[in-house]
């Protein structure tokens, strides 16, 4: 059985388009929670991706977050008119850049912690019953070390937050 960083790798990608005669190694588009839970370090309450939809190796990545009454920041954020903090919007979207950035082969082996946000916007309110689609783009890795992503959310094709993300691997 091959772990998510196998079947994903880039040399799974070049053995497929240069193998004829070999089936092609699957190439995983989607992802289920336990799948994120192998590729990411959060766990409840600061895990804020449930699924990803979409996967393009090295690329980029879509993720999907529900959000719901029942999550601890709306008790205080705020009582009677709870709506998602744009700093969990900003995490949630990184996260769905770290699912990029984790299968990366260069990259594996350590942490990712933000180096910089910038040019964020919110757009939209994000309330509980929404569902926040993220899509995540990486731009550039310098010196395996950093990369930056263009990040934006949706509600309802709606765009609720844009910006840029960078982040530096530590050990």
Do not use: C
């Not at 449930?50 to 959000?67: E, H």
């Amino acid at each position: 059985m091959s772990t998510l960083s196998e079947v994903n790798s880039p040399n799974a990608i070049a053995t497929a388009s240069t193998s004829h005669d070999e089936a092609a190694p699957e190439i995983k588009t989607t992802l289920n929670p336990e799948e994120i839970q192998q590729l990411l370090p959060h766990r409840y309450p600061f895990l804020l991706v449930d699924k990803i939809i979409d996967y393009v190796p090295g690329k980029r990545a879509v993720g999907i977050k529900n959000v719901t009454i029942n999550e601890p920041q709306f008790q205080g954020h705020f009582p009677g008119r709870p709506l998602m903090p744009g700093v969990l919007i900003v995490e949630a979207m990184a996260q769905v850049g770290g699912v990029v950035l984790r299968q990366l082969p260069e990259m594996e082996g350590g942490l990712f912690v933000f180096a910089g946000i910038d040019k964020v916007r919110f757009r939209r309110q994000v309330i509980p019953g929404d569902q926040l689609v993220m899509t995540v783009e990486l731009l550039w890795i310098k010196q395996r070390r950093f990369g930056k992503m263009q990040a934006r959310a949706e509600v309802d094709g709606q765009l609720a937050a844009e910006g840029e993300l960078m982040f530096s691997l530590i050990n």
